[in-house]
């Protein structure tokens, strides 16, 4: 080896010698550069050199051989490229995982990877229906698949919002004007604002404390906790804005409490009769703290408040997915905390329940929201986007798997309520993602009365009973046919062999009868816990009676319903919206089970106005007390009319979106209500009607089953929208 390289050494150098002496015509810079061009060969040279040297020596050792053979080995049971070769490779990922960091870390990634799978892996999910419920798993399989016309609509939609939220924005005039309203309420608490900070970036941090210093309602003050932030860039902005503004408090901690005990640092912190959170990374509209305190003048009493918000891009430049809230809804704590940005909080609330539990980590202010609103009915929504969320991967708002831990903590929360409160129910997980679910709890039977409305065609009814018998579990249930229509010369065969097999009565209509008075008779004799009213073209999903039962027995709630889809998962009915021109909205209506959408999911727990009487149940006792349905009404609305009526009673109308019937038989398209019923339900519900329903939102169009943006020529959406309720609806 030590001759080659010398032979190599040599002629180099005579190479570059004779370079320089049959050159001295050329320049001198050129001869240079052939000699920087042979010193870099040779270093090539010498390096090859050495590593062919190292290789001799180490094919050569016993390591080799034994490394050799066991790699031949591998490539004959796991060659590259297979199914068993990834296997394998994820295997020994798993086994340096749980070395490194334990098994409670290696379970979360394999149990984020599983979902990854399930999402992505269409031919593996097909397998899987030989053994999975069939109607959770179609539903949830519908959801995943984004079609490219769903697409699309995303992406037009999202440009719509950009511009609508672009029109939306204060002029500088419109806020030099906002600042002496402001001056000039009569009310002018103190507001303090609870921002725990912990290395956000210098620019956003920078942003969110010039979005407070843009405020044209000037008395507040921002409450920081920081918890000893690695990043110096940190301390200097937050010291900065401490000197240039003594309405900035920044007290630096000796070490990271976490959110939940850095927010109450920053409670301790605070001195204004109300708290308001902000998070470090996201922005409040300039008229945010405005249009709160104008609230408050309007009713000095209130003890929570909360607004409509959007997110925002990392750089700030683009608004986008904006989510728009109905008001006071307490069974959609159930499920999402829709609440969260822009809250506010009476002090002496927050500071009597304990302020926030560090034992509920990752959900903190959900479990916060739940034991101050245990305590007080005064709540208020103020529909107007004044909370931007920055979407950045450190945030939630990029998705729970920038907080893992995030999803025990709400369950915790959201049980832990149910408890307090006596709710008979648990929360689980569902079987397809994070959404929580609630589960009956209590193992009393009920007996329930299933009202089923046919015509008598179609031939559906054996085998409507059969599913809803097949269903019925530890709950006493008992049939009764309503049939709507003139009483047939010859009944269906079936007719006879439903009353021996089933038990079932039959009740006919009568000459001149409408069909809510058929109905009324029909529950007559029948002393029950709870009322089902079922249309014969809907066909049940396994698992019905105790999701309808589990909502009908939640302290406060009269009246619940379930979604009713095409056999492709398409929703026809759910919750009803009320127009104020007496006319009923199904919203949801042509959307897929689980679809997201500007006013949340069409799968959460909802509060609403009305539910269908195609599938509605209400406990018997509440029926009795309003006097049923109202007889006055021929075709439709006499279902919307009682949930109105239950409504002014104080009770609460609860949507499940996990109570699925499917329509078999293509019959379930909504009908707008005649020009008789609309113009009696518009005089029935004038009540609810004036301001528009208060569980839809005033920012969307109420003609569109699909919620969309209302258009801003309409001047409803810069407009205060003051919410009309039973003094009792929060219970």
Known sequence: MSQVRSLIVNADEMHGVHSYATGRSESYQERLKELEEARARETAYLARIAELEQRVLLEGSFAWAIAS???????RLAPETTRRDRWLRLCLRGLRLWRREGWRVLGR???????????HDFAFLARLRQWLPKSDFECWLANQRVTPAEQAKQRQFARDYQRWFSKQQLTPPELAAQRQAASAFAYRPLISILTPTYNPPKKILRATLACLQAQTYDRWELCVADGQSTD???RRVLEQAAKADPRIRVRFLASNGGISRNSNVCLEMARGEFVALLDHDDMLAPSALFEVVRRLNEDPQLDFLYSDKDHISEDGRHHFSPCFKPAWSPDIMLMGCYLTHFTVLRTERVRAVGGFRPEIEGAQDWDLFFRVLEGTSRIAHIPKVLYHWRFWPQSTSAGIGAKPYAVAAQLRAINDH???????????????????RLRRGSLEARS?????RTDGTGGRLPDLLHGLRHTQGRDNLTFVVAHVGPLPSALPDYYESLTRDHQAHFVFQRANESIPALLNRATHGHEVDLLFFLSDWL????????DLVVCAEQPGVAVAGGQMLTPDHTILQGVLVLRRDGQVLPLFAGMSWGERNCFGDTNWYRNCSALSGACLMIRR????????FNPDYQQAGYDVDLCCRVR????RILYNPFVRFIDQSGEGHFVPLGTADRERLRTACQEFLADGDPYFNANLADHSPRPLLRPIEEGTALQDVTCRFPASRNE
Request: glycine share 12%.
């Open 69 to 75: 053979r066991l790699s031949a080995l591998r490539r």
């Open 621 to 628: 006792e509440v029926f009795d007390q309003v006097g049923g």
């Open 109 to 119: 990634r394999a149990a984020a990877k599983a979902g990854r799978r399930l999402k």
């Open 648 to 651: 002014t009673q104080g009770q």
């Open 232 to 234: 110096p860039a940190v």
């Open 418 to 436: 149910c408890r307090r409160t006596g709710r008979k129910a648990e929360v689980a997980l569902g079987l397809w993602g994070c959404s929580p």
């Open 539 to 546: 066909y049940p999903v396994e698992g019905w009676l105790d």
């Open 448 to 452: 329930i009365t299933v009202i089923l």
